[in-house]
């Protein structure tokens, strides 16, 4: 038998990935904390039961961890408690304000774990811009949170009973049935619990289809990576496997032929890699708007950006609207499909994308095969396993500060060779 760091007997144990949903980190992070000594693993792997629980009492909470580490425990959350407050909250604010007080009460953690953002309402308003509304077409947000989506599809016009949502979180569907009664005097039961990844197969396979679907996705939702790979396949959307592309690409499932899509989602999904195959899958459609609002959500760093699609083959003389830091330009479709990794980058007017296009053609060369690629490493404690005085077993490494515009200056600091 072996002991742990805290000397005790290790038996029974957790997947690293079970281990992270638990702790509400990375898996990266909980490999830090068993190469530090933090966590045993007791198979391949396999974080032991004992010491996870030991760590998580006694250690996560009175060591200051690196912010890093994905805000380890930041706080708690009991939704049950939240559900029971509820009630109050309905019959002391009207309208979008109970939706700003729930968002408000839901701990740090369950935001990040849901991926949950409610959308600002100007933000809400500018997504349907310029549209026409016919009161007999369907609308639907396939997570509705508090429900500003579906108050102003109705406010635009879409009759109350054509209006569809659905949202894992049942306060979140209590408090929009609640606005659409206290707003429009209409009692609906078409605002439903249910995660609309799931619903959307059912949907489809009963030809039920949307005339319109507006909606801000759960961003980075922690879902198991079976479940990813399943929705996935089933949805058609490659390898782009983030929660952003899986509700894309089930929406466009249940969307109906010249209907429109709008989808209010981080700026990632527009220029990095992971999202390539949902971005030629969008390509292939006539894309309306593009939209910058920047950092619109308080609190999150990330951008805001939004994409309005309209459910029918795209040509390559498409005429793009493209609106970014106050500018607004139009682009061709086909300029973003001559893009490397068919990147989105909409805040180019079309002469900046012409340049880019015809800089690429040039015979070049790329750091690709031609240098060597080193990843940032995470101590989780570096008061415990840095150093700047010479000691055995350390070994140096470089530190942001030593890499200059003219090279590498002598690494002053020495991390443990345990890492």
């Known amino acids: 038998m072996q002991t742990n760091i805290f000397g005790e007997i290790e038996t029974s144990g ?22 530090t000594g933090y966590l045993f693993q ?15 009492s006694e250690v996560a909470g009175k060591e200051k961890l690196n912010a890093r580490a994905n805000k380890l425990l930041k706080d708690d959350h009991d939704h049950k408690e939240v559900s029971d407050k509820l009630s109050l909250l309905i019959e002391k604010y009207n309208g ?15 935001r990040n774990k849901e991926g949950i953002y409610y959308t600002p309402s100007w933000v809400v308003k500018d997504m349907f811009k310029n549209m026409k509304i016919n009161p007999d077409c369907k609308f639907l947000d396939p997570c509705c949170g508090s429900g500003n989506f579906v108050i102003e599809a109705i406010r635009q016009g879409v009759a109350p009973e ?37 619903e959307a197969h059912k949907l489809k396979t009963e030809e039920i289809t949307y005339d319109l679907i507006f909606t801000n996705p759960p961003w980075g939702k922690k879902i198991e990576k079976s479940a990813k790979e399943k929705y996935s396949a089933l949805y058609s959307c490659g390898n782009s496997l983030d929660t952003t ?9 249940v969307l109906k032929v010249n209907g429109l899509l709008g989808f209010l989602i981080q ?131 470089y530190k942001g500060s030593d890499i200059t515009k003219s090279g590498l200056k002598a690494p002053r600091t020495k991390l443990t060779k345990i890492l």
């Open 42 to 56: 007791s198979g391949k792997g396999v974080v032991s039961q004992e010491s996870f629980k030991k760590f998580m």
């Open 162 to 198: 054509n209006v569809y949502g659905f949202d894992v979180d049942k306060n979140a569907v209590q408090i929009t049935r609640q606005r659409i009664k206290e707003e429009f005097g209409f009692d609906t039961d078409n605002i439903k619990v249910g995660d609309f990844l799931q």
């Open 267 to 397: 700026e990632a999904f527009f220029n990095i890699t992971t999202f390539e195959d949902i971005r030629k899958r969008v390509l292939a459609k006539k894309i309306l708007r593009l939209v910058d609002y920047d950092k619109a959500f308080k609190g999150l760093v990330t951008k805001a950006q939004a994409i309005v699609v309209e459910n029918n083959a795209s040509d390559p003389n498409d005429i793009v609207e493209c609106c970014s830091e106050n500018n607004v330009f139009n682009r061709t479709l086909d300029s973003f499909k001559e893009n490397p990794k068919h990147i989105f980058n909409f805040w180019t007017n079309e002469t900046e994308a012409k340049v880019i296009t015809q800089l690429y053609s040039i015979k070049h060369i790329t750091l690709k095969d031609r240098a060597n690629w080193a990843l940032g490493i995470v101590t989780g404690n570096n008061d415990r396993f840095c150093s700047n005085e010479p000691q055995s077993d350390y070994v140096p490494i």
């Open 14 to 35: 957790l997947t690293i990935e079970k281990a992270a949903k638990i702790a509400n980190v990375s898996t990266a992070t909980i490999r830090n904390w068993i190469k």
């Open 245 to 253: 592309s899986l509700f894309l690409a089930a929406s466009l499932s």
């Open 96 to 110: 979008e304000q109970i939706g700003i007080e729930y968002e408000s009460s839901l701990a740090d953690s369950y």
